[in-house]
């Protein structure tokens, strides 16, 4: 039988080879693998004496792939996920917890709606956790998570929501207030964080930037809220007001839009679900 240094080439050592090699730095790797740095140290020496070649250059403070190291990573990458795949699909390896991170008024108005008929398999508990969006990549987040940006992330999985598009709207209580100026000389209500606000709704549709918002609110939710309850006119994510509008408690008060770049969106990576239940809740919770 003809021996290669590929013959009985431990797994564990591949493992962390790939870990390291995707995130920069053993302890890195460490970290994601559950291993102490020294372990993972250990075990790319090892690989390496097997394969007779330099995957890592170890410098004073870290390491860098080498040239063989480079090339070989995403050959190994993409086998360990298709081994991961293979053995989801054939033997119903299934993460028997998922755990969803989100914001509150995500959670509320546009996860809970589309609840109904969901299920991730027999006996898979799916929790929901609320989190604020500047904390979505905090310790103690692991799972899916709903991230606001435009989708530019290093991660396996992701999808948009829906497209954010954003409108006044205001309670009809309020709009009955209103002088000869209508909705426009009405009070407004700003929301701190990183959507896109008043001014940018100026720029766009010429309309006057003022009266400038004295009650600002840090979660849509609270803002919402506050809408509803005719304290101003907010410029809303018109996906998420859908219920609101829909029952009368809030009118769209223009026929214009502004689209924006960023929205809502799901990630999650590989260890956090299953590619069968990343499916099953992107075609629930995507629009």
């Not at 964080?193 to 004295?214: E, F, I, M, Y």
Request: charged share 20%; glycine share 10%; proline share 5%.
């Amino acid at each position: 039988m003809v021996h290669t240094p590929l013959s009985n080439l431990p797994l564990d050592w591949v493992r962390a080879f790939e870990a390291a090699g995707r995130t920069g730095s053993f302890t890195a790797a460490a970290a994601e693998t559950g291993l102490t740095q020294a372990a993972i140290s250990q075990r790319i020496a090892n690989l390496e004496a097997r394969l007779g070649a330099t995957l890592f250059i170890r410098q004073p403070r870290g390491v860098v792939l080498s040239v063989e190291g480079e090339a070989w990573l995403p050959y190994v990458t993409h086998a360990l996920g298709t081994l991961r795949q293979s053995s989801e699909e054939l033997f119903g390896i299934q993460r028997r917890r998922v755990t969803v991170w989100a914001s509150a008024s995500v959670l509320e108005l546009w996860i809970a709606p589309r609840l109904a008929g969901l299920s991730l398999g027999d006996q898979v508990e799916l929790s929901f956790k609320t989190m604020v969006l500047a904390s979505e990549d905090g310790p103690g987040t692991a799972g899916v998570r709903v991230r606001y940006g435009n989708g530019d992330w290093d991660i396996a999985h992701r999808a948009r929501l829906f497209d954010e598009v954003l409108t006044p709207v205001a309670a009809p209580m309020l709009l009955k207030t209103a002088g000869q100026g209508g909705w426009l000389d009405l009070p407004r209500l700003g929301l701190s964080g990183p959507r896109v606000g008043w001014h940018d709704w100026a720029k766009v549709t010429g309309d006057a930037p003022t009266p400038v918002p004295l009650v600002r609110f840090d979660t849509f939710t609270a803002a919402l809220s506050a809408a509803e309850a005719g304290a101003g006119v907010l410029l809303a994510s018109l996906p998420l007001v859908q219920g609101a509008l829909a029952a009368g408690r809030l009118s769209r008060l223009s026929d214009a839009a502004l689209p924006s770049e960023n929205s809502y969106w799901m990630v999650a990576e590989d260890r956090d679900v299953t590619r069968r239940q990343w499916e099953v809740l992107s075609r629930q919770f995507c629009a």
